[in-house]
């Protein structure tokens, strides 16, 4: 079907004439600005802005602007403010911020950003096809324009491993089924590197639909080099977004890739990247993206333009910094045409900043609609009525009542030699480790001395039953239990703590609220982030996720010392059985550099 706001209206081109011509007045007329364009990395001053409809029709000197003004015109007196295109981020899990659409689109738009290509690959996982259209339906009368990745990799592993419980499958007959709705702009990141570079059909099959419906295919190439980048490279995936050293980064450029330059809330490449921006003149493959960024991050630092800011610290020319988060992605996008740029003919989205050596945005105008004027919303948003099973994801069945998350070996005392998941907080690798834990009355105990503390994955999707139980060292968790159902990819429940009352009382609430996050200590809840939609997003407005957000943030810091972002998003990956070296599923133990599943126990020593 295409993106909407691409397609030739002949009443809207021909309004648009007319009032570029002076036939007819404006609907807007933004004046005495100074007008930043990336495209030719110039600074036009004292201009006026002409909008009639959604659209640009005429960039005019201030002294020339009467001419296109009637009593319905309304006038913005720019007061000597730069203007710059509305801010572009070319890949974004909208689901990591916490946030529904229409939460996530009030506070992009508050910083500037007007343009988003969203791939939702984490709803995909929850939900399967039908979590792919219910963004595509949620975006289309928002103000923020939501472009819709297909995700090419639901779910992460191969269902014939059986490592874990995957509730749904996109293959190339579903990518097909999704290439034809509207709004549909690309195939998301190919993560499976693997099939790729050894030619799996399954893949390339994917590969080619995208090609036949002209979707632009968004890599995933962590460290890849070589003669294995070539391959890579050579299928068609021409992006990505895992770059994090220099060389790395300039590899990817010299092969003919986009390089993506992510700063999120957790993974930030901008400082080490930036050294290419700084090297080179112009790097015409390259654009910022924020990839994850969470709710507390967007209130208090922003979005696409703390990228930018960002950028400007490191040393780089602020015009530049703006190209690389405007017209570069519209490039990308091959939708210079519309957005990425303030010209004749372009879509009005138009950001005012009193600087631009810190780029500070107090009013936004997105699809020539005032949205924010001085920091102040003016435009309301439309609700949308999420459908039962959206919301009702949280499916444990037996578990509910029935869940032991102490390991046991039969009824004996002694001690086990036992598969330890060593993590560091901040990263996302583990390593494999093997230690000596006390068995009582069969039960393998946690240790808090060594800060060894138990951790289960169960089904959530659809009642099975099916979970196991392990050991997590290195978390430095100090309360009693934590249990979220953002577990990548798959977002089963995962719960960690140190005794099982506090990890039942967790996984109870879980199921209460239908997904979140909750934390508890002696048989209490003192901290939840609800997240009903999906497991994965509020349906709250997001100031008062963001007010949930910071109580859990400020409790375990003041009570226990903890960053909660750290081990949150570090208890996130522990059940992704595609990053090296171990992780837990509702399978058991994985050894991800050979696929398969490993016993938790490696020997049992009698008292």
């Excluded at 960024?293 to 208090?300: A, I, S």
Aim: aromatic share 6%; proline share 4%.
């Amino acid at each position: 079907m295409g993106v909407f706001f691409t397609r030739y209206n002949i009443e809207e081109r021909s309004r648009l004439i007319e009032v570029a011509s002076g036939k007819l007045p404006a609907d807007i007329v933004i004046t005495n600005v100074h007008i930043i364009l990336p495209h030719t990395e110039e600074i036009l001053e004292k201009h006026s802005i002409v909008v009639k409809d959604r659209r640009i029709a005429g960039i005019v000197e201030d002294e020339l602007v009467s001419k296109h003004i009637s009593e319905e015109t309304l006038i913005i007196d720019g007061s000597n403010d730069y203007v710059l295109p509305g801010f572009i981020d070319l890949h974004v899990h909208i689901e990591s911020s916490l946030l529904d659409l229409i939460g996530f689109s009030k506070i992009a738009l508050k910083h500037g950003t007007t343009t988003v290509v969203a791939d939702p690959h984490e709803i995909a996982n929850v939900l399967g096809v039908s979590g792919v259209e219910l963004f595509v339906k949620a975006s289309l009368n928002l103000p923020l324009k939501i472009l819709i990745d297909i995700p090419s990799c639901v779910p992460a592993t191969d269902p014939a491993l059986r490592l874990e419980t995957t509730p749904h499958v996109i293959s190339d007959k579903e990518i097909e089924q999704l290439a034809c709705l509207d709004n549909i702009i690309g195939l998301g990141e190919v993560m499976d590197f693997l099939s790729v570079i050894n030619s799996s059909d399954k893949v390339l099959r994917k590969l080619k639909i995208a090609s036949e419906k002209r979707l632009i295919v968004n890599g995933h190439a962590p460290l890849l080099t070589g003669r294995m980048l070539d391959a890579y490279v050579s299928a068609g995936i021409l992006s990505d977004h895992e770059s994090t050293s220099y060389h790395e980064a300039l590899e990817k450029l010299r092969k003919g890739m986009w390089l993506y330059i992510r700063e999120g809330s957790a993974w930030r490449d901008l400082a080490e990247l930036s050294k290419i921006l700084l090297e080179k003149s112009n790097c015409e493959l390259c654009a910022f993206v924020s990839d994850d960024v969470n709710v507390y991050d967007l209130f208090t630092q922003g979005h696409v333009d703390r990228i930018v800011n960002l950028a400007i610290e490191y040393g780089l020319d602020p015009i530049k910094a703006i190209k690389y988060a405007t017209f570069n992605p519209a490039i990308r996008l091959h939708m210079e045409d519309h957005i990425g740029l303030l010209a004749p003919g372009r879509i009005a989205d138009i950001v005012f900043s009193k600087n631009i050596k810190e780029i500070k945005p107090h009013t936004v105008i997105s699809n020539g609609d005032v949205i924010y004027y001085k920091g102040e919303l003016k435009k309301s948003f439309p609700r949308y009525y999420y459908p039962e099973e959206a919301l009702n994801t949280v499916k444990l069945g037996p578990l509910l009542e029935n869940f032991s998350f102490t390991p046991r070996i039969g009824e004996i005392n002694g001690t086990a030699l036992v598969n330890i998941i060593n993590v560091q907080p901040g990263s996302a690798l583990t390593k494999r480790t093997v230690e000596e834990l006390v068995v009582e009355d069969g039960e393998i105990r946690c240790d808090p001395s060594r800060d060894i503390m138990y951790v289960a994955v169960a089904d959530r999707h659809s009642g099975t039953g099916s979970f196991s139980t392990g050991f997590i060292k290195g978390l430095g968790f100090k309360a009693g239990a934590i249990a979220q159902t953002i577990a990548h990819d798959t977002h089963n429940l995962i719960v960690s703590g140190w005794n099982q009352q506090d990890m039942q009382v967790a996984v109870k609430e879980i199921a209460r609220i239908q997904g979140g996050i909750v934390v508890v200590a002696e048989r209490q809840v003192i901290a939840e982030i609800p997240l009903r939609l999906a497991g994965l997003m509020s349906i709250e407005e997001p100031e008062e996720v963001f007010k949930k957000y910071v109580n859990m943030v400020e409790v375990l810091h003041e009570k226990y010392g903890l960053n909660f972002e750290s081990y949150f998003m570090t208890l996130a990956l522990i059940s992704l059985p595609v990053i090296p070296e171990v992780r837990i599923t509702d399978k058991g133990l994985v050894d991800v550099s050979k696929g398969r599943l490993i016993s938790l126990v490696e020997d049992v020593f009698k008292a």
